[in-house]
C-alpha cells in the first residue's frame, strides 16, 4: 500500500541548514508537500512541489525532488529557534487524482541556541 | 480571511458517551477533511467531503463514527458511543477541489476518553 517514511527526529544548531527527508511509494502522485506542526496547534502548509518539477525555493525553503528514487527533502536555510517543530511529508494518494493525503509520522525538527 | 475554525478544542468525556465535533471551513472551499491524528503519528484521513457529498469514507469506521456537511460548508462528527482508544485529535481541514489541493487545517480538537 501507499506509505511515506521520514526519520523521526533531527538536531541542528540556530543559524544552521536543517535537511528533512522522507520516501514515498506511490509513482503516481502528482504532488509532495511540506507541512509543519508545533504544539497544540494543527498542520500548516509550508510548501508542495509538482511531479514533474526537481526543485523547488520559497524563501528559506528548498524541497528537492528525485522522482526515480521517490525521495523529497526540505531544506530550511539559516534554522531559528522558531523553526522548531514537527515537519511532516505527504503525497497525494489514491492514484495521484484526488486530495486525499497520505501523511509520514513526522519528523521533530529541535533548533539549539 | 479567516483560517479552519473547529470547536470545541478539547473534550473530556466517559467511555460509552457521545461526542460532537464541529468545523466551518474556509469560505469558498468546497472540498472538506477529516483526519484522525494518533500520538506521534501524522494525520489519517476519516472522511472527504465534495460540497455536501462524502466521496470518500472508506476510512470512517462506520460502526459509530458518523459524519455530515448539511448545505456544503460546516460539517460535524460523531462518535458514539466513544472508546478509549478514539482519544486522539480530531482535525479538519478544507481546499478547493481541484490541484494542487492546497489543504489548510484548523487547529483540533483534543478528545480524551476516560
Known amino acids: 500500500g501507499e506509505d511515506v517514511e521520514q526519520s523521526l527526529f533531527l538536531s541542528v544548531r540556530e543559524g544552521d541548514s536543517s535537511v528533512i527527508n522522507c520516501t514515498y511509494t506511490d509513482s503516481s502522485s502528482t504532488y509532495l508537500y511540506w507541512y509543519k506542526q508545533e504544539p497544540g496547534a494543527g498542520l500548516q502548509l509550508l510548501t508542495y512541489i509538482f511531479s514533474n518539477m526537481d526543485m523547488k525555493q520559497d524563501q528559506r525553503l528548498t524541497v528537492l525532488l528525485n522522482k526515480k528514487d521517490k525521495h523529497l527533502s526540505l531544506r530550511i536555510a539559516d534554522t531559528q529557534t522558531g523553526d522548531s517543530a514537527i515537519y511532516f511529508c505527504?503525497?497525494?494518494?489514491?492514484?495521484?487524482?484526488?486530495?486525499?493525503?497520505?501523511f509520514g509520522k513526522g519528523t521533530k525538527l529541535s533548533v539549539k541556541p | 480571511e479567516a483560517g479552519v475554525v473547529q470547536s470545541p478544542r478539547y473534550k473530556i468525556i466517559e467511555k460509552k458517551q457521545p461526542v460532537a465535533f464541529w468545523c466551518n471551513p474556509i469560505?469558498?472551499?468546497?472540498?472538506l477533511y477529516w483526519y484522525l491524528q494518533n500520538l506521534g503519528q501524522g494525520p489519517e484521513l476519516l472522511i472527504r467531503?465534495?460540497?455536501?457529498?462524502?466521496?470518500?469514507d472508506s476510512q470512517l469506521p462506520k460502526d459509530r463514527f458518523s459524519a455530515e456537511r448539511l448545505k456544503g460548508v460546516d460539517s460535524t462528527l460523531k462518535i458514539q458511543p466513544a472508546e478509549l482508544g478514539d482519544s486522539a485529535v480530531y482535525l479538519c481541514?478544507?481546499?478547493?477541489?481541484?490541484?494542487?489541493?492546497?489543504?489548510?487545517f484548523g487547529p483540533g480538537t483534543r478528545l480524551t476518553v476516560t
Open positions: 469560505s469558498g472551499h468546497n472540498t
Open positions: 481541514a478544507s481546499s478547493l477541489r481541484d490541484g494542487p489541493y492546497e489543504q489548510y
Open positions: 467531503y465534495e460540497n455536501e457529498e462524502a466521496v470518500d
Open positions: 505527504a503525497e497525494n494518494g489514491d492514484g495521484g487524482s484526488q486530495g486525499n493525503l497520505i
